[in-house]
């Protein structure tokens, strides 16, 4: 049973810093994509960033290029979302979600490719 569980978020303040995780387990995701996305109120669930986990591929959202960072650690079997400079507008709830396709770039943001969702954590950005 794939179980994919985030952890890390929080209340922060303009400019400060996160980092999420996500703990995957239930089977090996050497060959998976690894996603972030989010949701604010209101809205739809949006992609932020996302990574295959050997690292051979990585894409990011425009509104979060170069404040966002999506690693992994294999040993862990652990995904993370680094997040810094952050903005009252990335106030969301943040899902880690997994996907066995084999897509590139910016197939990557596809949403419907990802198999497995964790359940979400609150990640909110005062002013």
């Known amino acids: 049973q794939v179980q994919l569980v985030e952890s890390g978020g929080g209340l922060v303040q303009t400019g400060g810093s996160l980092r999420l995780s996500c703990a995957a387990s239930?089977?090996?995701?050497?060959?998976?994509?690894m996603g972030w996305f989010r949701q604010a109120p209101g809205k739809e669930r949006e992609f932020v960033g996302a990574?295959?986990?050997?690292?051979?591929?990585?894409y990011y959202a425009d509104s979060v290029k170069g404040r966002f960072t999506v690693s992994s650690d294999y040993a862990k079997n652990t995904v993370y979302l680094q997040m810094n400079s952050l903005k009252p507008e990335d106030t969301a709830v943040y899902y880690c979600?997994?996907?066995?396709?084999?897509?590139?770039?910016?197939?990557?943001?596809?949403?419907?490719?990802?198999?497995?969702w964790g359940q979400g954590t609150q990640v909110t950005v005062s002013s």
């Open positions: 979600a997994a996907g066995s396709s084999t897509l590139y770039g910016s197939a990557l943001a596809y949403k419907g490719q990802y198999e497995y």
């Open positions: 239930g089977r090996t995701f050497s060959s998976y994509a």
């Open positions: 990574r295959r986990w050997s690292g051979s591929s990585t």
